[in-house]
């Protein structure tokens, strides 16, 4: 009986929408900003930005006409930060700022 409860709860959970964001990890460099991936499915999207530029730094994401969809700010060097949005299919671009510079990723969002 416990284990048809187990198995219950646990398809219960699972199938309550995506609700736990996806995670991609962005290094951020005095002159560069790498994802980990250029392409991932709409929704939740958790980028976890670990500043190793030498200076604080910003992120922000764009939508592909380069309105800002949101941001974090004051990451200093050598820590991390979370930027969580929702994402519908498009074309975005990820900005690391470091002190003022603009480097920029494009990736993708799909369906």
């Known amino acids: ?8 709860v646990t398809a219960g959970v699972a199938g309550c929408g995506g609700s736990a964001a996806r995670t991609i990890d962005v290094t ?6 790498q994802l980990a991936k250029s392409s991932f499915p709409a929704g939740k999207t958790a980028f976890k930005v670990d500043n190793t530029s030498g200076q604080e730094g910003e992120a922000y994401v764009y939508d592909g006409s380069g309105n800002k969809v949101d941001e974090v700010e ?10 969580t949005v929702s ?4 074309r975005y671009q990820f900005a690391c ?8 990723t494009p990736f993708t969002v799909t369906k």
């Open 1 to 8: 009986m416990l284990a048809l409860t187990a198995v219950a």
């Open 28 to 33: 951020m460099t005095s002159s560069s900003c």
């Open 74 to 83: 004051g990451i200093a060097d050598g820590t991390s930060r979370t930027l």
């Open 87 to 90: 994402l519908d299919a498009g």
């Open 97 to 104: 700022k470091p002190e003022g510079k603009d480097n920029r």
